[in-house]
């Protein structure tokens, strides 16, 4: 394999290498942004949705009842303006969950069941309202399961959403960003002991025969010199013998100019292959920004959370506050004996009613505590999934250092080819110098002779290693040798 062939495989394998690592980092990086965009752009406001249905059924609820306890028809139009909250809510999280069509289909079947189960209730407590007589405590009571398993559908619904899938799309994140940070360290290794390999052949194979054979020309050149003092009979043999001798290492330094070419063009790709890891720097940091601005929206989940839950307890508040004054009422009632009766009875219905608004506002406080306590978990998870990009956010600049300090090395070696060239320059110079000198030489024409065939022979042997040729005429060679020691200073 020539000096070119040599050239061309080292480049072409860093350059394949490189390749195949941005393509694996393109493939990564793609991965990682996909399971975010399902994370953040379906399933986060998905799961916001369903947690706001979820509150204001329970407001509906709640005003039906306060409707009912009051006979207040009119307390009924706050529970209208809460089942459309609901059913606004719902048709959000169907929306961001059509995605994937089974929880498109789990939202479509609770809009209807929540349809379903306003209109029964909306005539029941109108009814009831209207005329207190004809009120049905069993369909009270069924009306209050049914609203119970709708909620518990919606909040199940949420939790399958804003827990499962969410952490699972978080972990694929996570997993992603392993097997490209992996990936990237492996290459990285291989491309280090790509480029360490080429160097060691470039200078065992090319540098080390160069230098040899220019200091042999260099030793020829000067005895040419020495013995041109003393030729004049064959001044213009060796004339047209020292022009071949300047033609051929115009050969050599053309050959040069071609190494240093490449060497700049192996220089350019390593300039490349450290803009195209910058960009990949900047793909991870943006990356980083995107979790943190989840982060952000997760901390204002929880404490939009918190404020629900200091409202839950106001209400229990004022159910404590209802209970005493139904109390009271009823010990009045008794005071007035046959004639307060039925202020007696209305007492101790108001006493049951806000003894169950006070239960189902601790339930809800209790569910509100578990969805604050989940979402907090989720924020840690989010913590983690940060530091970890935060992690490969640093080995990329680390990776860009070290591709910039190889583009460095690439760049010395060019400068180096370069005074190699330089120096070819010079020994041509010397040639003719000696060629002019040789014009006044008469009087050792055949050692002159010889040199002259001993230069030949390491003129040939230097475009053998140039040209590619991995064998020579062993007679030639033999020849070489013993021209070459038979003047070599005892």
């Known amino acids: 394999m020539g000096i070119r062939g040599k050239l061309f495989w080292s480049i072409g394998a860093l350059a394949l290498g490189y390749v195949f690592f941005f393509a694996l980092m393109a493939i990564t990086t793609s991965t990682v942004q996909r399971h975010l965009h399902v994370a953040s752009d379906f399933l986060f406001p998905g799961a916001s949705n369903l947690q706001l249905a979820e509150s204001s059924s329970q407001r509906v609820a709640k005003s039906y009842k306060d409707a009912l306890m009051l006979q207040d028809p009119s307390a009924l139009n706050t529970g ?7 059913l606004s809510a719902l048709e959000a999280a169907k929306e961001k969950l059509s995605y994937n069509s089974t929880y498109g289909q789990k939202a479509s079947e609770l809009i209807a069941r929540y349809q379903e189960l306003h209109e029964r209730a909306r005539g029941a407590y109108a009814k009831a309202i209207a005329n207190p007589a004809s009120a049905d405590p069993n369909m009270l009571a069924t009306l209050d399961r049914d609203q ?31 097997v490209q940070a992996v990936l990237g360290i492996a290459l990285f290794l291989l491309a280090l002991v790509v480029a360490g390999g080429s160097l060691i052949i470039m200078e065992r194979k090319v540098s080390a025969p160069l230098r040899e054979l220019a200091k042999n020309l260099a030793l020829r050149a000067n005895r040419v010199s020495d013995s041109a003092d003393q030729v004049s009979e ?12 300047a033609s051929s290492i115009e050969e050599i330094s053309a050959s040069s100019e071609e190494i240093r070419a490449m060497a700049q063009a192996s220089s350019d790709s390593c300039s490349s292959t450290a803009e195209l890891v910058a960009m990949s720097e900047a793909k991870t940091i943006e990356s980083n920004s995107s979790l943190n601005e989840l982060i952000r929206a997760m901390e204002g989940i929880t ?4 404020k629900i839950s200091k409202v839950i307890a106001i209400i229990d508040t004022i159910a404590f506050q209802t209970n005493i004054l139904a109390l009271n009422a009823a010990v009045e009632a008794a005071r007035a004996g046959d004639a307060g009766l039925g202020f007696a009875v209305v007492a101790e219905e108001v006493r049951t009613l806000s ?3 006070a239960e189902a506002a601790r339930d809800s406080a209790e569910l509100l505590g578990e969805s604050i306590s989940k979402s907090q978990s989720g924020k840690a998870r989010l913590d983690d999934v940060t530091a970890a990009i935060a992690g490969i956010t640093e080995e990329s600049s680390k990776v860009k250092r070290l591709v910039d300090e190889i583009n460095l090395r690439s760049r010395e070696q060019t400068q180096g080819i370069i005074q190699i060239s330089r120096s070819l320059s010079g020994m041509e110079t010397l040639t003719q110098q000696s060629a002019a000198n040789a014009e006044s030489s008469s009087s050792v024409a055949s050692t002159l002779k010889t040199e002259s065939r001993a ?10 290693v140039v040209e590619g040729k991995t064998q020579l005429d062993n007679k030639s060679a033999l020849n070489a040798w013993d021209i070459q020691t038979q003047f070599e200073p005892a």
């Open 455 to 464: 230069l030949n022979e390491s003129v040939r042997i230097l475009s053998a």
């Open 234 to 245: 064959s001044s213009e043999s060796l004339s047209q013998s020292s022009s071949r001798q």
């Open 148 to 178: 119970a398993a709708v909620d518990k559908a919606i909040d199940e619904l949420r939790t399958e959403v804003g827990s499962t899938s969410y952490r699972a799309e978080l972990e694929s994140v996570t997993s992603a960003n392993h």
């Open 355 to 357: 003894q169950r608004c």
């Open 303 to 306: 404490a939009a959370s918190g």
């Open 80 to 86: 209208d303006t809460e089942t459309r909250a609901v």
